[in-house]
Structures are given as C-alpha cells and as structure tokens.
C-alpha cells in the first residue's frame, strides 16, 4: 500500500491510499471533519448528558486523529474514556510522521497522538492516568467482545470503496455492540445506508455537516 499527503481546505493534513483510492478525511478540512462528525456529535453528546467515563469502539483507527481529538477532550473535561479501536491496515508511524498531524495538538496531547501510533497493538495501554487504550490489529468482521460500548465512531472508507463494511450484518452487529441510548456516528448519509440503520433497530438523526458536507448521522439505541 503506498500513501500521499494531501492538504485540506482547513490547514490540517489527511492521507491517500492507494489501496482504496481514497482519502482518510475529507479534503475540504480533515481537523474540522473530525471534530464535527465524532467529537461534536458523538464525544460531546455523551458528556452533555452527564456520562462522566465512556466506552468507545471505532471501526478504523486509520490516522489516529479521532483518538487523539477523543483523549484530548476526555483530558480538557474531565472525562475518562475506554477506547477500543480495530484497524485491518494500520498506516506506518513514519507515514504518520510526514503528516502535520502531532502539530494539530498542544502539549501533551501532540505526544500522546504519537504514542497511539507507538503503543503495541493488541494490548491495554494507560494513558492521562486514568483512560485505557486498546487498539487491535484484525478485521471488523473477526472483532468479537462481551462488553458493551457507549459510542461508536463508524469510519470506514466509503460504500463504494468498501461495500462488506456497510452491509446489513455488520450495522447489526454495530447495533449489539452498543448499550442501550448508545450512540454511532458517522459522515455517511447516504439513502441506503439509513434505511439500512433503521432496519437493524437504530433511531436515527440527521445533522448539518462539516464543511461542503451538507449532512451527516447519528444513529441511537433506545
């Protein structure tokens, strides 16, 4: 797999793969992307209505810039998170270092976005004291766990790029990875896709997106 860095209409930086023919963030402003579709809607929902430690599950630990953008507002707010990520194609730390992701964050966060990409897979790892990390090294469909999650950040390239990480059996299995008022978010909002979300049980709404992203998701388990 070969990677470019791209830059984004918002100063940050994304990558192109070259496996998927596609970027990781939107071009038109990856930090802001981030910061709309899963620490607004997803994040910030959650502690707005008083969650104080929250499990999170995302489906493509990709750059790390979610994580990071997770852990550094958990520090900024007082919250403790228990981050599980699953990534099939985990991107070299020196891809990652040719990017102005780190430069994104100030201190310590710009070392603990490093340290995401540092940490050896498959294991739990303590961060900020009191926040877990654990990042696994396998395919969404081979990802089994007995613990329930809170959020979830879908962040799989898109439908077209790959179709199996859309289909009705994997947002089932999103939806029974969840607790019940658990929340996923993600950029994707496409007819089918929604349709296909409330198929499986979710409540969904609608909401305005980041930049030329007109809309967005957030589907719950009631």
Not at 129 to 147: C, G, M, P, R, Y
Not at 174 to 189: E, H, K, P, Q, S
Request: proline share 4%.
């Amino acid at each position: 797999m070969t990677y470019s860095v791209v830059p984004t209409t918002d100063g940050s930086n994304t990558l192109f793969t070259s496996q998927f023919n596609a970027s990781y963030h939107s071009v038109h402003g990856a930090l802001e992307e981030s910061k709309v579709v899963f620490i607004q809607l997803g994040l910030q929902y959650l502690a707005e209505k008083g969650y104080q430690h929250i499990r999170l599950f995302e489906m493509g630990f990709g750059t790390g810039l979610n994580a990071a953008l997770s852990f550094q507002y958990a520090g900024q707010h007082g919250l403790t998170i228990q981050y599980t990520g699953v990534e099939a194609f985990p991107v070299p730390i020196e891809i990652i270092q040719q990017t102005n992701f780190s430069a994104l964050f100030a201190a310590p966060f710009d070392e603990v976005f490093l340290d995401l990409h540092r940490l050896p897979w498959n294991q739990n790892h303590l961060l900020l004291q009191a926040s877990i990390f654990t990042k696994w090294h396998t395919v969404l469909e081979d990802f089994e766990s007995a613990n329930k999650f809170d959020l979830i950040y879908f962040d799989a390239f898109a439908p077209e790029c790959q179709p199996e990480l859309w289909s009705e059996e994997i947002l089932q299995k999103m939806y029974n990875l969840l607790d019940r008022n658990g929340v996923l978010t993600t950029y994707c909002a496409k007819g089918i896709f929604k349709r296909t979300l409330k198929k499986v049980g979710f409540h969904l709404e609608n909401h305005p997106g980041p930049g030329r992203k007109r809309e967005i998701t957030r589907a719950i388990k009631l």
